[in-house]
């Protein structure tokens, strides 16, 4: 396959070749472009490489919120002490990605700008209350919750022209603790089953706040905003109950790695045995 590839040299040299060439389609680690281009899914005539444009880098903002460049490899952010120090479950929540190699080249934007609902990185993001930061030619910038940011399989809200710079994560509440799994019935570096990332803040032995996000479930990553409602206030004895209601939330399809009605149960099982493991 052929196409003209522009390797820009800045982020604005980028957004102008996206200005200017609306048919252009832009690539950061590959991984999943040549996936998409070798099964002609996608056939682009135009390329604007990313890997050059220097929008890579992670550091701690003077009001806490940590910042990861978009074309910052998915291992780069995993064995950074920056990312561990803000929120060591999200460090290890990039460690579950694939593979060494896979990571190696794989970037935290394309993994959100791809938006597979079986990603790991997204269920992680949503319920640390991360925030996508995009940008256009112009020096318009907005800034959009992960949650929202993934608006259906394969598709997000990036609008033509624009391009992901970064993901902002919060200082995490004081108190909050936070913990992804990843239930793989198959192999370690395959996609999930049914993946749970929990955030959690305990006081006097009850939930007193919990952010629930699952991926591999439905059309995208997932909010389960019943089951975090039903957590509030929870005692250990109540955790059962209160997870219970994800099997509801979600809006699972069969697919190779499990039933509709499995995965159900599964978001139950794994729901519960996160909040418990951050109740202990
Ligand atoms: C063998 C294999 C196993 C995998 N297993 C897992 C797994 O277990 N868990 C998991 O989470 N993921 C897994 N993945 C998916 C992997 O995480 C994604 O392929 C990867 O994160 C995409 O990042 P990339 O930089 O390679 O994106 P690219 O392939 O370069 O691009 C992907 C998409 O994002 C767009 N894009 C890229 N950067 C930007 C940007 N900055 N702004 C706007 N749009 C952009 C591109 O146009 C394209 O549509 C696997 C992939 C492979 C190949």
Do not use: N
């Given at each position: 396959m052929s196409y003209e590839l522009h390797r820009p040299r800045s982020l604005d040299e980028a957004l102008a070749l996206l200005e200017r060439h609306e048919d252009a389609h832009v690539m950061a680690g590959a991984t999943a472009m040549v996936l998409l281009m070798r099964q002609g899914l996608v056939r682009p005539e135009r390329v604007v490489s990313l890997?050059?444009?220097?929008?890579s880098g992670i550091r701690r903002e003077a009001d806490g919120t940590l910042w990861i460049g978009a074309t910052t490899t998915i291992r780069d952010a995993e064995t950074s002490d920056a990312v561990r120090a803000h929120c060591a479950a999200l460090a290890e929540t990039f460690g579950r990605v694939a593979t060494v190699r896979v990571r190696c080249q794989a970037t935290i934007g394309g993994n959100l700008a791809h938006a597979?609902?079986?990603?790991?990185?997204p269920p992680m993001l949503i319920a640390i209350g991360a925030e996508a930061e995009l940008a256009r030619a112009g020096g318009a910038r907005r800034r959009i919750a992960v949650e929202d940011l993934l608006v259906d399989q394969f598709a997000t809200?990036?609008?033509?022209?624009?391009?992901?710079?970064g993901v902002r994560v919060p200082p995490p509440a004081p108190g909050t603790r936070a913990t992804y799994v990843k239930f793989l019935p198959?192999?370690?570096d395959d996609y999930a089953t049914v993946s749970v990332a929990a955030a959690v803040r305990v006081a006097d032995g009850r939930i007193a706040d919990a952010r629930i996000a699952l991926g591999s479930v439905g059309a995208t990553a997932i909010r389960a905003r019943k089951t975090e409602q039903a957590l509030r206030g929870a005692a250990p004895q109540q955790i059962a109950d209160a997870a219970a209601i994800v099997r509801d939330e979600i809006d699972a399809i069969d697919d190779l790695r499990g039933s509709a009605a499995y995965k159900r149960e599964m978001a139950r099982v794994w729901t519960e045995r996160a909040v418990r493991s951050l109740m202990a």
């Open positions: 890997r050059d444009a220097g929008m597979d609902p079986a990603q790991d990185p809200a990036i609008d033509p022209g624009e391009l992901l710079v198959k192999t370690e």
